[in-house]
T-cell receptor, first 109, second 109 residues
Framework: DGGITQSPKYLFRKEGQNVTLSCEQN?????MYWYRQDPGQGLRLIYY???????QKGDIAEGYSVSREKKESFPLTVTSAQKNPTAFYLC????????FGPGTRLTVL | AQRVTQPEKLLSVFKGAPVELKCNYSYSGSPELFWYVQYSRQRLQLLLRHISRESIKGFTADLNKGETSFHLKKPFAQEEDSAMYYC???????????FGKGTLLTVNP
């Protein structure tokens, strides 16, 4: 089951630590996205990238950072500045249709 | 600003009954509307988009610009339709999506 992968599946972090979530795709898509999924909140866009070496803030970018050095990869760093980081994080790629990864569940201890 | 509203968090129907999942949107231009579905333990995936005007798994959705709605309908619900359904809007040229908060559909036997 290739396409778009995220790792790890589960991640635990202590308060005050930064943590990086991995997202890789082999679909040759220029556009990639990071969403946060919370119960009752739907999906909210954190960051998106339309092409390599370029990215824009989404609706809830505060406390997060990204990079897009390679077409295949779009890692998300959850920094200690993010006040409520415990959530399910989804990565997606594609333009006309977005293809989603399996997600990473981050828990702050 | 663009917004998507799904007024029902939960919707429960019996097998064989008609089902309608409501979606209303707010956008000043001409939007593209989508329905995404997430079955239990599966990835979020595209169900249908208004541009293609096709029926997927028996579901249809018509864009009503006058009522700014894109309701998802199926005449006879099946147990395998039980899932979380998200309505999404794309406006402008940057390919990003705005999602509603989702409706959890349960089809009872």
């Amino acid at each position: 089951d290739g396409g778009i992968t995220q790792s790890p599946k589960y991640l635990f972090r202590k308060e005050g630590q930064n943590v990086t979530l991995s997202c890789e795709q082999n679909l040759n898509h220029d556009a990639m996205y990071w969403y946060r999924q919370d119960p009752g909140q739907g999906l909210r866009l954190i960051y998106y990238s339309q092409i390599v070496n370029d990215f824009q803030k989404g609706d809830i970018a505060e406390g997060y950072s990204v990079s897009r050095e390679k077409k295949e990869s779009f890692p998300l760093t959850v920094t200690s500045a993010q006040k409520n980081p415990t959530a399910f994080y989804l990565c997606a790629s594609g333009r006309d249709e977005q293809f989603f990864g399996p997600g990473t569940r981050l828990t702050v201890l | 600003a663009q917004r998507v509203t799904q007024p029902e968090k939960l919707l429960s129907v019996f097998k064989g009954a008609p089902v309608e999942l409501k979606c209303n949107y707010s956008y000043s231009g001409s939007p593209e509307l989508f329905w995404y579905v997430q079955y239990s333990r599966q990835r979020l995936q595209l169900l249908l988009r208004h541009i293609s005007r096709e029926s997927i798994k028996g579901f249809t959705a018509d864009l009503n610009k006058g009522e700014t709605s894109f309701h998802l309908k199926k005449p006879f619900a099946q147990e395998e339709d039980s899932a979380m359904y998200y309505c999404a809007l794309r406006g402008g040229s940057n390919y990003k999506l705005t999602f509603g908060k989702g409706t959890l559909l349960t089809v009872n036997p």
